[in-house]
């Protein structure tokens, strides 16, 4: 099982990347001590802080000529590593 499941690559963590910090879709069950050490030891830098966040599925709904079908998209977790000063990841070199 994967810690990290992927990187998160929106203009809003973007924008964060400037300032140290980098997003990550990480397992539901893993802590914040378990996230720092796969950050670690995948990209080799030093970990400061990690912020954690729970979303909530959004719920769908799809009207169709049998009726209407409902549903949930999957929970997931994220995560926000503040890196130490002057380290960098870089997600694009191996693209």
Do not use: C, Q
Not at 44 to 55: D, F, R
Not at 61 to 79: D, I, N, Q, W
């Amino acid at each position: 099982m994967s810690i990290l499941k992927r990187p998160l690559v929106t203009e809003k963590v973007s924008a964060l990347n400037e300032k140290g910090k980098y997003g990550f879709v990480v397992d539901s069950d893993a802590n914040k001590v378990e996230i720092k050490n796969a950050v670690e030891k995948m990209y080799n830098v030093n970990v400061v802080s990690v912020n954690t966040m729970n979303i909530m599925g959004k719920r769908k709904v799809r009207f169709t000529k049998a009726g209407t079908l409902e549903g949930r998209k999957p929970h997931s977790k994220k995560a926000i590593v503040t890196l130490a000063e002057g380290e960098v990841i870089d997600f694009y070199s191996n693209v």
